[in-house]
């Protein structure tokens, strides 16, 4: 039986019975991710699909600050202006206010802070992320820096 079954796979017989997968140009759709930072320490990953920009302070940023304390944050649903106030960080070092990097809405801030400000500090890649922002100009994304000129800008 199992050199049967062997002889029909070298065939190709099984593969030619398999059903033709079509896909749809609706579900080929890729978002696009675009990191840029600004000379303030922020950082903002751009998914063009969600229209959603995740804001988090810079790796830079946190080892700067210290160990942090509390953050405060704009409420959700308030516009905001690229370069406008939406927050600020307290540090055993420092207090810092946080800006927008770009215009749009607040869409979602991260709750967890306001128990677990040390987020920023030990997750600042992934959990201790700030807001969330619906850009109202995507093209703002342009002006920001890029890795490689953020990091340029540090030295």
Not at 2 to 11: D, F, G, M, N, V
Not at 134 to 141: R, T, V
Request: hydrophobic share 35%.
């Amino acid at each position: 039986m199992y050199s049967s079954i062997l002889r029909t796979a070298r065939s190709g017989a099984l593969l030619r019975a398999r059903p033709r997968v079509v896909f749809k140009p609706s579900q080929l759709t890729r978002s696009l991710v675009t990191k840029r930072f600004t000379s303030d320490h922020e950082v903002v990953e751009y998914d063009d699909a969600t229209g959603l920009g995740v804001v988090r302070i810079t790796d830079h940023a946190q080892h700067s600050l210290g160990d942090v304390v509390f953050v405060e944050l704009t409420d959700v649903g308030t516009s905001v202006s690229q370069g406008a106030e939406i927050g600020a960080v307290e540090s055993v070092k420092a207090a810092s206010d946080i800006y927008a990097p770009v215009s749009g809405t607040i869409e979602e801030v991260n709750e967890a802070l306001a128990s677990q400000p040390g987020l920023l500090n030990k997750s600042p890649h992934d959990e201790g992320w700030l807001c969330k922002i619906k850009l109202s100009d995507p093209a703002e994304m342009e002006k920001l820096l890029t890795e490689d000129a953020y990091n340029e800008s540090l030295e």
